[in-house]
């Protein structure tokens, strides 16, 4: 016996009549946990210059003129940075704009950016990268000048060693 013939009246009662449009479900809205400020440091603890700097969301000058500044002083309502007279020229409005909307953002808080210029007192972290990286250039250069097989290679071949050729592994 062949099944019995369903008419569209007699379709399930939750699908629509075929006449009429479906809207297509809108997803629930989820409820994201709200932010907290990133927390301040606690009284005569120093505020890491060198991570936050790492942790901002900045590229290109921005980010530059952050590397080459000193924390001076964060407050509630300012970041007084000390950035090199030598590097005056990042100075730049747009730049200055971009690390006071990052710093606002971490601190969820708004924060008024001041720059003054004048030698750092403290490492900052474009120096910390380049001291780091002279460091690792002196130890690459040591271990080449003193691997037995470069040694024997300079004694028997009359060869020299360019040290500019040498970099460090990463």
Known sequence: AAPPAVSASSASPSAP?????????QPEPVASPPLTPAPMPEAGQPLDWHQLVANLP??????????????RELADTYCLLRLPTEQKHLQMKPAQ???????SEHFQR???????????????????????RQEKQALAVDAIQNDVFVQEA???????????????IE
């Open 97 to 103: 704009d971009k690390l006071q909307q990052a710093l």
């Open 154 to 168: 300079i004694s028997l071949l009359d060869a020299t060693i360019i040290e500019s050729s040498i970099k460090p």
């Open 58 to 71: 900045l590229s290109g000058m921005a980010r530059t003129l952050a590397l080459q500044c000193e924390l």
């Open 110 to 132: 708004p924060l008024t950016l001041k720059i003054e210029l004048g030698q750092p007192t403290a490492e900052t972290p474009a120096a910390s990268a380049g001291r780091l």
């Open 17 to 25: 009549p075929p006449s009429q449009p479906v809207a297509p479900r």
